[in-house]
């Protein structure tokens, strides 16, 4: 059977039109079931808990649920993995963090491409650093810690949630601005370093205030700086890295979280979560929670994302090849 040029014509302007009206009415309808939004750790840890609070505010602006689930493993690796072969419909999202630069410098090869394999959707927010130690610790200050890391090295431990975490590049940028020779214990999430801390099981850890904030107030953890341009009105009583006389202004935003969706999606669909994040942020409710958490609401566009990941990738690898750690 043939058909006339009629015919044929016909057919290929109804395969045209439908290619043309696909994506949009799949943006309209979006979206129609809940979505999901990729941690790439286990529960307990800042990743997760800012995760969950934006899962359900972004389910409140969008309509729809929005289901944080944790998928650990591989310094966040598999979780973004995952992400990066899901189908870019919209309904699989990344809570991407500070290893979204790192893990090109800590890996040979990875199963995506940082740069290419995900489609940035905004920056949630940052975080300062802090530097902390058992309640009971003799160390009362940085500047304890530096004069007796010095005197005897390898005589100090620090605790971190896993190779490239932000609790464990916090210490090495630490390590290597200062010339300091201390060990570093490894354990599978940054919730299991703080509370080995906390048990004198190591004697410092690096990390935000929203994981530490609990076990400062129960009295098992001791904050001895933190690394902000500015004092934390969550901690008055705390100096700054710089007012130790230690800056190290690569902590001063040592940790940053982003959502992100599986390359290729949909740019009506990209602006409509784009537009959502933003709206989640700008309320009073979501917004006064972060800054009470010392978490910085993020802001800008999907490209400054995309510009922010890169620029912290330099920032690292330059950081991650001072402190003599490979890529494996």
Same mark, same amino acid.
Do not use: C
């Given at each position: 059977?043939? =058909?006339?040029?009629? /015919? ?47 899962? *359900? ?6 309509? /729809? ?15 973004? +993995? ?53 309640? *009971? ?21 620090? +605790?971190?949630?896993?190779?490239? #975490? ?14 300091? *020779? $201390?060990?570093? $214990? ?13 048990? %004198? ?17 129960? %009295?098992? =953890? ?12 969550? =901690? ?18 040592? #940790? ?47 490209? *400054? ?24």
């Amino acid at each position: 059977m043939h =058909l006339d040029r009629r /015919q044929t014509n016909r057919a290929a302007l109804a395969l045209l039109l439908l290619a043309v009206t696909a994506t949009p009415a799949a943006a309209q309808s979006y979206p129609d079931k809940p979505i999901k939004l990729v941690i790439p750790y286990s529960p307990g840890g800042p990743t997760d808990v800012l995760g969950r609070i934006m899962a *359900d505010h972004l389910g409140r602006v969008l309509k /729809q649920s929005v289901v944080a689930e944790n998928r650990p493993g591989g310094g966040g690796v598999i979780a973004m +993995a995952q992400v990066a072969r899901s189908t870019p419909d919209g309904y699989t999202l990344l809570f991407g963090d500070i290893n979204m630069a790192v893990s090109p410098a800590l890996h040979k090869s990875l199963p995506f491409d940082p740069a290419r394999s995900f489609t940035p959707i905004g920056l949630v927010a940052t975080a300062p650093m802090l530097v902390l130690v058992p309640h *009971d610790s003799p160390l009362r200050s940085v500047r304890d810690v530096v004069a007796q890391a010095k005197a005897a090295p390898r005589s100090l431990a620090y +605790a971190h949630g896993g190779i490239g #975490s932000p609790t464990h590049l916090g210490p090495e940028v630490f390590k290597a601005r200062l010339g300091l *020779d $201390v060990i570093s $214990v490894p354990y599978r999430s940054s919730g299991e370093a703080l509370t080995a801390v906390a048990a %004198g099981h190591a004697q410092l850890v690096f990390t935000g205030l929203s994981a530490a904030r609990p076990l400062i107030d129960a %009295g098992k =953890l001791r904050p001895l700086a933190i690394a902000s341009s500015k004092r934390s009105p969550m =901690l008055p009583d705390v100096p700054t890295m710089e007012e130790t006389g230690f800056p190290l202004p690569e902590l001063n935003v040592g #940790s940053w979280w982003g959502v992100l969706a599986p390359p290729n999606l949909a740019p009506a669909i990209t602006r409509q979560l784009h537009s959502a994040l933003r709206a989640a942020l700008a309320s009073p409710e979501l917004s006064s929670r972060l800054v009470a958490m010392t978490f910085s609401p993020g802001s800008g566009t999907p490209e *400054d994302l995309q510009a922010w990941i890169a620029n912290e990738a330099r920032t690292w690898a330059g950081v991650l090849q001072r402190a003599g750690i490979d890529p494996e």
